[in-house]
């Protein structure tokens, strides 16, 4: 199956400081990969859409220079938290999407637990 | 434009007993619709999906959700709780433009010994 990765799975930092989440997928090449945020016993909120060789598209709402979104090649994509805050901390989870054989499915990362103190 | 409703943010049940999890979804056009699972702490596993092929739809775990147009529902059951069943669980629909997903606020499932 598709496995899709995520570093680090947990992180803590002092405000103001910037952070860097990875999202790799490991067997399969993702054109395109999504990252979401998830506050606690809520569901997933789209941040914006990693697109290999071009600019993300960001949701309404989603600051753009405070979350850098980098997809450098075709199984790696980052999410850059700039200057984080404490409202930033959140549980970060990515996915990428699989087309292969026919079928078009995203395969989620484990997330990230970011806490800025 | 897609959206989708999970009736109940928790559901409690007894183990040995049938787990039903209801999902009710609008589509302007043929839905994709999916389940995923989550454990704390963890990301999503996808339990099962519709693709517009048999309605009713198996997954892993002893899981399975029958597509109804009629009702735009896309129901989840499991015929027998487990302790291990315990999780969120989320219902989503494939969204027109860039194939993102339309997420559910997900139902907490609670398993009673």
């Known amino acids: 199956g598709a496995v899709v990765s995520q570093h680090p799975s947990r992180v803590i930092c002092k405000s103001g400081t910037s952070v860097k989440i990875e999202c790799r997928s490991l067997?399969?090449?993702?054109?395109?990969m999504f990252w979401y945020r998830q506050f606690p016993k809520q569901s997933l909120m789209l941040m914006a859409t990693s697109n290999e060789g071009s600019k993300a598209t960001y949701e309404q709402g989603v600051e753009k220079d405070k979350f850098l979104i980098n997809h450098a090649s075709l199984t790696l994509s980052t999410l850059t938290v700039t200057s984080a805050h404490p409202e930033d901390s959140s549980f970060y989870i990515c996915s990428a999407r699989r087309l292969a054989g026919g079928s078009d499915e995203q395969f989620f990362g484990p997330g990230t637990r970011l806490t800025v103190l | 434009a897609q959206s989708v409703t999970q009736l109940g943010s928790h559901v409690s049940v007894s183990e040995g007993a049938l787990v039903l999890l209801r999902c009710n979804y609008s589509s302007s056009v043929p839905p994709y619709l999916f389940w995923y699972v989550q454990y704390p702490n963890q990301g999503l596993q996808l339990l099962l999906k519709y693709t517009s092929a048999a309605t009713l739809v198996k997954g892993i775990n002893d899981f399975e959700a029958e597509f109804k147009k009629s009702e735009t529902s896309f129901h989840l059951t499991k015929p027998s709780a487990h302790m291990s069943d315990a999780a969120e669980y989320f219902c989503?629909?494939?969204?027109?433009?860039?194939?993102?997903?339309?997420w559910g606020a997900g139902t907490k499932l609670i398993i009673k010994p």
């Open positions: 067997d399969f090449q993702a054109t395109t």
């Open positions: 989503a629909v494939r969204g027109d433009s860039n194939y993102q997903l339309i």
